[in-house]
Protein backbone atom coordinates (compact mmCIF):
# COMPACT_ATOMS: atom_id res chain seq x y z
CA UNK A 1 0.00 0.00 0.00
CA UNK A 2 1.01 3.71 -0.89
CA UNK A 3 1.66 5.73 1.99
CA UNK A 4 -0.73 9.06 1.90
CA UNK A 5 1.74 11.79 -0.05
CA UNK A 6 2.58 14.23 2.73
CA UNK A 7 1.10 18.07 1.35
CA UNK A 8 1.14 20.24 4.30
CA UNK A 9 2.76 23.89 3.13
CA UNK A 10 6.03 24.02 5.34
CA UNK A 11 5.60 26.78 7.85
CA UNK A 12 9.29 27.39 9.06
CA UNK A 13 10.94 27.46 5.15
CA UNK A 14 11.07 30.29 2.60
CA UNK A 15 12.84 30.00 -0.59
CA UNK A 16 14.96 33.26 -1.84
CA UNK A 17 17.48 33.92 -4.61
CA UNK A 18 21.08 35.91 -4.48
CA UNK A 19 21.05 39.67 -4.09
CA UNK A 20 21.01 40.17 -7.70
CA UNK A 21 17.61 38.42 -8.43
CA UNK A 22 18.23 37.23 -12.33
CA UNK A 23 15.30 36.20 -14.16
CA UNK A 24 17.17 32.14 -14.79
CA UNK A 25 17.57 32.57 -10.72
CA UNK A 26 13.70 33.37 -9.72
CA UNK A 27 12.67 30.93 -12.30
CA UNK A 28 14.79 28.01 -10.51
CA UNK A 29 13.70 29.56 -7.26
CA UNK A 30 9.74 29.14 -7.94
CA UNK A 31 10.48 25.84 -9.08
CA UNK A 32 12.40 24.96 -5.50
CA UNK A 33 9.55 26.29 -3.93
CA UNK A 34 6.69 24.76 -5.16
CA UNK A 35 8.70 21.10 -4.73
CA UNK A 36 8.82 22.66 -1.04
CA UNK A 37 5.62 23.98 -0.69
CA UNK A 38 6.81 27.10 0.95
CA UNK A 39 7.17 31.02 -0.19
CA UNK A 40 9.35 32.52 -2.32
CA UNK A 41 10.48 36.04 -1.13
CA UNK A 42 12.14 37.93 -3.57
CA UNK A 43 14.95 39.95 -2.58
CA UNK A 44 14.65 43.01 -3.61
CA UNK A 45 17.97 44.03 -3.12
CA UNK A 46 17.13 43.88 0.42
CA UNK A 47 19.54 41.14 2.89
CA UNK A 48 18.08 38.11 4.46
CA UNK A 49 18.07 39.39 7.58
CA UNK A 50 14.99 41.81 6.52
CA UNK A 51 13.16 38.99 5.19
CA UNK A 52 13.74 36.77 8.66
CA UNK A 53 12.68 39.89 10.31
CA UNK A 54 9.70 40.45 7.85
CA UNK A 55 8.32 36.63 8.38
CA UNK A 56 8.92 35.66 12.52
CA UNK A 57 8.14 31.85 11.87
CA UNK A 58 10.12 31.21 9.20
CA UNK A 59 13.53 29.70 10.39
CA UNK A 60 15.34 28.39 7.34
CA UNK A 61 15.60 29.86 3.71
CA UNK A 62 17.22 28.51 0.86
CA UNK A 63 18.80 31.16 -1.39
CA UNK A 64 19.27 30.21 -5.25
CA UNK A 65 22.83 31.29 -5.97
CA UNK A 66 24.08 31.48 -9.41
CA UNK A 67 27.21 28.28 -8.59
CA UNK A 68 24.77 26.74 -5.98
CA UNK A 69 22.17 26.55 -3.41
CA UNK A 70 23.08 27.90 -0.03
CA UNK A 71 20.68 26.60 3.25
CA UNK A 72 20.87 29.27 5.97
CA UNK A 73 18.77 29.53 9.45
CA UNK A 74 17.59 33.01 10.86
CA UNK A 75 20.52 32.79 13.47
CA UNK A 76 23.01 32.58 10.29
CA UNK A 77 24.01 29.20 10.07
CA UNK A 78 25.07 28.26 6.54
CA UNK A 79 24.91 24.38 4.67
CA UNK A 80 26.37 23.78 1.42
CA UNK A 81 27.27 21.05 -0.33
CA UNK A 82 30.88 19.94 -0.61
CA UNK A 83 32.09 16.79 -0.57
CA UNK A 84 34.02 17.86 2.78
CA UNK A 85 36.57 14.65 4.29
CA UNK A 86 34.46 12.59 1.76
CA UNK A 87 37.21 13.49 -0.98
CA UNK A 88 40.09 12.14 1.08
CA UNK A 89 38.39 9.16 1.36
CA UNK A 90 37.15 8.99 -1.74
CA UNK A 91 40.74 9.31 -3.09
CA UNK A 92 42.21 6.52 -0.36
CA UNK A 93 39.22 4.37 -2.56
CA UNK A 94 40.43 5.44 -5.95
CA UNK A 95 44.02 4.75 -4.89
CA UNK A 96 43.84 1.57 -3.50
CA UNK A 97 40.48 0.36 -3.84
CA UNK A 98 40.07 -0.61 -0.29
CA UNK A 99 37.62 0.95 2.15
CA UNK A 100 35.81 -0.76 5.00
CA UNK A 101 31.98 0.23 4.29
CA UNK A 102 32.57 -1.21 0.80
CA UNK A 103 34.73 -4.29 1.86
CA UNK A 104 31.74 -5.37 4.54
CA UNK A 105 29.17 -4.45 2.24
CA UNK A 106 30.46 -6.49 -0.78
CA UNK A 107 29.57 -3.50 -2.60
CA UNK A 108 30.51 -4.36 -6.53
CA UNK A 109 29.74 -3.58 -10.15
CA UNK A 110 25.96 -3.12 -11.05
CA UNK A 111 24.67 -3.84 -7.70
CA UNK A 112 21.86 -1.58 -6.79
CA UNK A 113 22.35 0.55 -3.26
CA UNK A 114 19.89 2.04 -0.99
CA UNK A 115 21.21 4.85 0.93
CA UNK A 116 18.65 5.82 3.86
CA UNK A 117 20.72 8.42 5.46
CA UNK A 118 21.99 10.86 2.39
CA UNK A 119 23.52 13.40 4.53
CA UNK A 120 26.56 15.21 2.31
CA UNK A 121 25.80 12.07 0.37
CA UNK A 122 30.09 11.27 0.46
CA UNK A 123 28.87 7.38 1.28
CA UNK A 124 26.69 7.35 -1.44
CA UNK A 125 29.50 8.70 -3.67
CA UNK A 126 31.57 6.32 -2.82
CA UNK A 127 29.12 3.54 -3.34
CA UNK A 128 28.51 4.93 -6.74
CA UNK A 129 32.19 4.66 -7.67
CA UNK A 130 31.87 0.55 -6.35
CA UNK A 131 28.98 0.16 -8.57
CA UNK A 132 29.67 1.62 -11.41
CA UNK A 133 28.14 2.82 -14.12
CA UNK A 134 26.08 -0.55 -14.24
CA UNK A 135 24.65 0.17 -10.90
CA UNK A 136 22.84 2.08 -9.34
CA UNK A 137 22.58 4.24 -5.90
CA UNK A 138 19.34 5.92 -4.39
CA UNK A 139 19.65 8.39 -1.54
CA UNK A 140 16.95 9.14 0.90
CA UNK A 141 16.97 12.29 2.99
CA UNK A 142 14.71 13.18 5.95
CA UNK A 143 14.82 16.85 5.46
CA UNK A 144 13.90 18.02 2.45
CA UNK A 145 15.78 21.84 2.27
CA UNK A 146 19.19 19.20 3.16
CA UNK A 147 18.25 17.10 0.55
CA UNK A 148 17.51 19.45 -2.41
CA UNK A 149 20.73 21.55 -1.30
CA UNK A 150 22.63 18.04 -1.64
CA UNK A 151 20.76 17.07 -4.96
CA UNK A 152 22.02 19.86 -6.54
CA UNK A 153 25.41 19.85 -5.20
CA UNK A 154 25.70 16.21 -6.82
CA UNK A 155 24.87 18.03 -10.35
CA UNK A 156 27.55 20.47 -10.28
CA UNK A 157 30.29 20.26 -7.74
CA UNK A 158 33.72 20.17 -9.43
CA UNK A 159 36.67 18.46 -8.03
CA UNK A 160 40.27 18.06 -9.11
CA UNK A 161 39.37 14.01 -9.26
CA UNK A 162 37.19 13.16 -12.64
CA UNK A 163 36.17 9.51 -11.02
CA UNK A 164 34.43 12.10 -8.02
CA UNK A 165 32.35 13.83 -10.05
CA UNK A 166 31.24 11.59 -12.13
CA UNK A 167 30.27 9.42 -8.55
CA UNK A 168 28.23 11.99 -7.34
CA UNK A 169 26.38 13.04 -10.74
CA UNK A 170 25.26 9.08 -10.64
CA UNK A 171 23.55 9.32 -6.97
CA UNK A 172 19.70 9.62 -7.12
CA UNK A 173 18.06 11.42 -4.58
CA UNK A 174 15.06 9.08 -4.46
CA UNK A 175 12.85 10.64 -1.87
CA UNK A 176 12.94 13.84 0.39
CA UNK A 177 11.18 12.36 3.73
CA UNK A 178 11.83 9.54 5.91
CA UNK A 179 13.53 6.65 5.05
CA UNK A 180 10.85 4.50 7.36
CA UNK A 181 8.17 5.80 4.99
CA UNK A 182 10.28 5.02 1.91
CA UNK A 183 11.40 1.62 2.73
CA UNK A 184 7.13 0.83 3.72
CA UNK A 185 6.33 1.54 -0.22
CA UNK A 186 9.43 -0.89 -1.79
CA UNK A 187 8.95 -3.95 -3.00
CA UNK A 188 11.12 -7.05 -0.84
CA UNK A 189 14.26 -7.49 -2.52
CA UNK A 190 14.49 -4.51 -4.89
CA UNK A 191 18.04 -3.15 -3.39
CA UNK A 192 21.48 -5.67 -2.91
CA UNK A 193 22.33 -3.41 -0.13
CA UNK A 194 20.37 -0.64 2.11
CA UNK A 195 22.52 1.22 4.46
CA UNK A 196 22.06 3.49 7.62
CA UNK A 197 24.68 6.10 9.47
CA UNK A 198 22.04 7.93 11.32
CA UNK A 199 23.81 10.57 13.85
CA UNK A 200 25.70 9.06 16.85
CA UNK A 201 25.04 10.30 20.52
CA UNK A 202 28.81 10.43 20.99
CA UNK A 203 30.21 13.41 18.73
CA UNK A 204 32.72 11.46 16.76
CA UNK A 205 34.06 14.28 14.60
CA UNK A 206 35.03 17.92 15.18
CA UNK A 207 35.19 18.68 11.59
CA UNK A 208 34.04 22.59 10.81
CA UNK A 209 32.90 21.39 7.52
CA UNK A 210 30.54 17.90 9.37
CA UNK A 211 28.66 20.54 11.64
CA UNK A 212 26.50 21.99 9.93
CA UNK A 213 24.95 18.74 8.83
CA UNK A 214 24.16 17.75 12.34
CA UNK A 215 23.10 21.11 12.98
CA UNK A 216 20.65 20.93 9.63
CA UNK A 217 19.97 17.33 9.51
CA UNK A 218 17.03 15.00 11.31
CA UNK A 219 18.77 13.07 14.85
CA UNK A 220 15.59 10.55 14.59
CA UNK A 221 16.50 7.32 15.96
CA UNK A 222 16.52 4.11 14.20
CA UNK A 223 13.75 1.75 15.11
CA UNK A 224 13.11 -2.16 14.88
CA UNK A 225 10.52 -1.55 12.08
CA UNK A 226 12.60 0.63 9.89
CA UNK A 227 15.39 -2.41 10.37
CA UNK A 228 12.63 -5.31 9.65
CA UNK A 229 11.60 -3.50 7.01
CA UNK A 230 15.42 -2.88 5.52
CA UNK A 231 15.62 -6.50 5.57
CA UNK A 232 12.91 -7.42 3.60
CA UNK A 233 13.74 -4.88 1.04
CA UNK A 234 17.30 -6.01 0.91
CA UNK A 235 18.79 -8.93 -1.69
CA UNK A 236 22.13 -9.22 -0.09
CA UNK A 237 22.24 -7.37 3.31
CA UNK A 238 21.54 -4.10 5.57
CA UNK A 239 24.33 -2.35 6.92
CA UNK A 240 24.11 0.18 10.27
CA UNK A 241 27.16 2.61 11.17
CA UNK A 242 27.07 3.14 14.85
CA UNK A 243 29.98 4.01 16.93
CA UNK A 244 32.43 1.40 18.42
CA UNK A 245 30.85 2.04 21.52
CA UNK A 246 27.16 1.59 21.19
CA UNK A 247 25.39 -1.01 21.74
CA UNK A 248 21.91 -0.32 19.81
CA UNK A 249 23.03 -2.86 17.16
CA UNK A 250 22.71 -5.65 19.49
CA UNK A 251 19.18 -4.63 20.09
CA UNK A 252 18.15 -4.96 16.86
CA UNK A 253 19.12 -8.39 16.57
CA UNK A 254 22.62 -7.55 14.98
CA UNK A 255 25.17 -9.45 15.59
CA UNK A 256 28.15 -9.16 12.80
CA UNK A 257 30.00 -5.82 13.66
CA UNK A 258 33.20 -5.22 11.61
CA UNK A 259 35.32 -1.82 13.30
CA UNK A 260 36.61 0.70 10.52
CA UNK A 261 40.63 0.51 10.32
CA UNK A 262 41.11 3.16 13.42
CA UNK A 263 38.83 1.72 15.14
CA UNK A 264 36.17 5.17 15.77
CA UNK A 265 33.05 3.43 14.15
CA UNK A 266 31.96 -0.48 13.59
CA UNK A 267 29.25 -1.75 10.63
CA UNK A 268 26.77 -3.60 12.24
CA UNK A 269 25.93 -5.89 9.44
CA UNK A 270 22.44 -8.30 8.53
CA UNK A 271 23.36 -10.91 5.70
CA UNK A 272 20.19 -12.65 4.13
C1 LIG B 1 25.20 11.13 9.90
S1 LIG B 1 24.36 11.85 8.58
C2 LIG B 1 24.77 10.80 7.21
C3 LIG B 1 26.01 11.22 6.52
C4 LIG B 1 26.19 10.48 5.22
N1 LIG B 1 26.50 9.08 5.42
C5 LIG B 1 27.26 11.14 4.36
O1 LIG B 1 28.05 10.42 3.74
O2 LIG B 1 27.29 12.38 4.29
C6 LIG B 1 22.68 11.39 8.82
C7 LIG B 1 21.74 11.95 7.76
O3 LIG B 1 20.55 11.16 7.76
C8 LIG B 1 19.42 11.99 7.81
N2 LIG B 1 18.35 11.24 8.49
C9 LIG B 1 18.16 11.07 9.82
N3 LIG B 1 17.05 10.35 10.05
C10 LIG B 1 16.54 10.02 8.84
C11 LIG B 1 15.38 9.30 8.41
N4 LIG B 1 14.53 8.78 9.28
N5 LIG B 1 15.17 9.16 7.08
C12 LIG B 1 16.04 9.69 6.18
N6 LIG B 1 17.13 10.42 6.53
C13 LIG B 1 17.38 10.58 7.83
C14 LIG B 1 19.87 13.23 8.55
O4 LIG B 1 19.06 14.35 8.25
C15 LIG B 1 21.31 13.38 8.02
O5 LIG B 1 21.34 14.12 6.84
Redesign the pocket.
Known sequence: MQNAPDTAPRAYLFVTTASRETPALLETARALAAELRCPLLPRHGGGVEALFAAHPARARAILVQTERLLLVDRGGQQFFAHPGM?YLRFRHVVDTGRDTLLDVSGAGAGDAVL??????????TLFAHAVGESGLVDG????PE?GVVVRAGLKSVQTKLPALNAAMRRVRVAYL????DYLRDQPDNSYDIVYF???FETVLTQSESFAP?RSF????PLTAE?IRDAVRVARRCVVV?TTRWGDALESFGITERVESKNGRVAYGVIRK
Open positions: GDCTLGFASEAVEAVVGSHTDPFLGSHSTK
